[in-house]
């Protein structure tokens, strides 16, 4: 009679191939734990959270292949969800797989906008830029990653519950021609929300797995401000074709953007420029101009690392009114300079991530 060791049933399991990835269940490290009882054999199977239901024909398969093995008498396979291996971060398979089903939905393109911290205009960014692209003909999506202070529902000036269209999918919320996805449509606006690392892995993760998504050009992300893990992994899971990082010309908001700038360069995310947001502020009346956070400092810190400016946002009320209104200046006021500045920035982006050309992945 054979003995049944460990290493028969890790051989046994090593002939089931995971699908979504053409490798094996036992290289792709699922098998998590056999217990070999006499003749009675248990095994764990962990998987990440989302793929649970989907795993159910490897489990049985797992089971049926055990219980052939001569001498075993009963075969029980389990499977464990669990969340990010590491704080935060997806490991290797994972984030192959989240590539894979974002591909499957054929999006073009990822740009992410990031700063170092809040309150720079990042959200205001990245929504102008994302009609901006639209306005160029392009089909466009905005994530609204930035799960601590989701405002893209608001500046975009859609409200509602994304609506289910089978399975665990959600269809993306549109206005303007924007496909959007954001926490802040998920999650009550009253609801205060402690987010751990890991949870915000997984809520990002489900931003973009469970969202219908459809055939886009380009998705832009509205990043959530920090440079930490999140943001890294984030970037990596989605195959950034390029950032685009915003900062005002004041010292402090620079320093944040050297992490930034750091953050992607260890990505391996093409920065493809900075703008300078609340470059200066002209008098509506007399057209007298202030430079109230600084003159040229993001200009300066762009040229000393080789980085293109890409652009100045002025200061206007009215640019802060059509953000909270749900009306971005873009569409609002498509003659205001901020407007125009913003296409000009689109375009950039453009040429920059070769959106006029086919996958190249
Ligand atoms: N160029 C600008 N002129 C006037 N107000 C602005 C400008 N850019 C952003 N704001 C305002 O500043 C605030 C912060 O901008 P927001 O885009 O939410 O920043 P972040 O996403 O970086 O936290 C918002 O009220 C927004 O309307
Ligand atoms: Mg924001």
């Given amino acids: ?22 490798k094996d269940i036992v290289s792709l490290g699922l098998v998590s734990n056999v217990n070999i009882k006499d003749s009675n054999v248990g095994v764990t199977l962990e998987v990440p959270v989302h793929r649970g239901a989907a795993m159910e024909p490897i489990r049985k398969l797992a089971q049926e292949k055990i219980m052939k093995i001569e001498g075993v008498t009963s075969a029980t396979v389990v499977i464990t969800a669990h969340e990010s291996k590491q704080k935060g971060s997806p490991n290797v398979s994972e984030i192959n797989e989240i590539k894979e089903k974002v591909f499957e939905s054929n999006v073009k393109r990822f740009v992410a906008v990031g700063s170092g911290k809040g309150g720079v205009g990042k959200s205001t960014t990245s929504v102008n ?77 489900q931003m973009l797995n469970s969202v219908a998504w459809g055939n886009l ?8 401000p920090g440079t930490g893990d999140i943001q890294i992994s984030l970037a990596q899971q989605v195959n950034l074709a390029g950032a685009v990082i915003v900062s005002t010309p004041q010292d402090i908001a620079l320093l944040d953007v050297v992490k930034a700038i750091t953050m992607f360069q260890k990505a391996n995310v093409p920065i493809i420029g900075m703008i300078e947001n609340m470059s200066y502020w002209s008098c509506p009346d007399c057209g007298r101009v202030d430079h109230i956070f600084g003159k040229d400092g993001v200009k300066s810190e762009a040229k000393k690392r080789g980085i293109d400016l890409l652009g ?4 206007s009320v009215d640019v802060r009114k059509s953000s909270d209104s749900g009306i971005p ?18 375009k950039s982006i453009i040429k920059s991530i070769k959106l006029d050309e086919e996958e190249v992945v």
Avoid at 333 to 346: G, M, T, V
């Fill in 329 to 346: 200046i873009i569409i609002s006021d498509p003659d205001a300079i901020q407007s125009k500045n913003y296409r000009i920035i689109a």
């Fill in 1 to 22: 009679m054979i003995n049944i060791t460990e290493d028969l049933i890790l051989k046994t399991l090593s002939d089931i191939d995971d699908p979504s990835q053409s």
């Fill in 129 to 205: 830029l994302a009609i901006a692209l639209k306005l160029e003909g392009y089909s466009v999506g905005l994530l609204d990653a930035d799960v601590y202070g989701p405002s893209q529902p608001r500046m975009l000036g859609v409200s509602g519950r994304p609506a289910s269209v089978g399975g665990d999918m959600v269809a993306p919320l549109q206005n303007f021609g924007i496909s959007l996805m954001s926490m802040g449509l998920l999650v009550p606006d009253d609801t205060a929300m402690i987010w751990r690392g890991p949870m915000v892995q997984s809520a990002l993760t």
């Fill in 312 to 315: 100045e946002i002025p200061i």
């Fill in 217 to 224: 050009d380009v998705i832009v992300i509205d990043l959530p």
